[in-house]
């Protein structure tokens, strides 16, 4: 079994910092690639930023220069630091992980249970 628990959302004021945590646990061989979504009210889920194990990033160009993922391979966890953040970024953030299982089946991927973050004067 594989357990995906983020943290550090909350309401901060326009051009606050969150700094959002993942950690990854259970019977997990290693992990491929961590990231972040965001679904914001009656909109679609979307990428935000996503690191695989060689520390390759891919992110959404509108938190280009304000957030950054980084990962520590070590303790199963993903960072995202959010900077700057503008009422636009306010949506549940969720925890992405594709994971190399200890089980048959090998990898699989899990979501976290999501973070509320909210932007709002």
């Known amino acids: 079994q594989v357990q995906v628990v983020e943290s550090g959302g909350g309401l901060v004021q326009p051009g606050g910092s969150l700094r959002l945590s993942c950690v990854a646990s259970?019977?997990?061989?290693?992990?491929?690639?961590m990231g972040w979504y965001r679904q914001a009210p009656g909109k679609a889920r979307e990428l935000v930023a996503v690191i695989s194990r060689f520390n390759i990033i891919n992110q959404t160009q509108s938190v280009e220069g304000r957030f950054t993922i980084s990962r520590d391979s070590a303790k199963n966890t993903v960072y995202l630091q959010m900077n700057s953040l503008k009422p636009e970024d306010t949506a549940v953030y969720y925890c992405?992980?594709?994971?190399?299982?200890?089980?048959?089946?090998?990898?699989?991927?899990?979501w976290g249970q999501g973070t509320q973050v909210t932007v709002s004067s």
């Open positions: 992405n992980t594709k994971i190399v299982r200890a089980a048959l089946g090998g990898v699989g991927v899990y």
């Open positions: 259970g019977r997990i061989i290693s992990i491929k690639d």
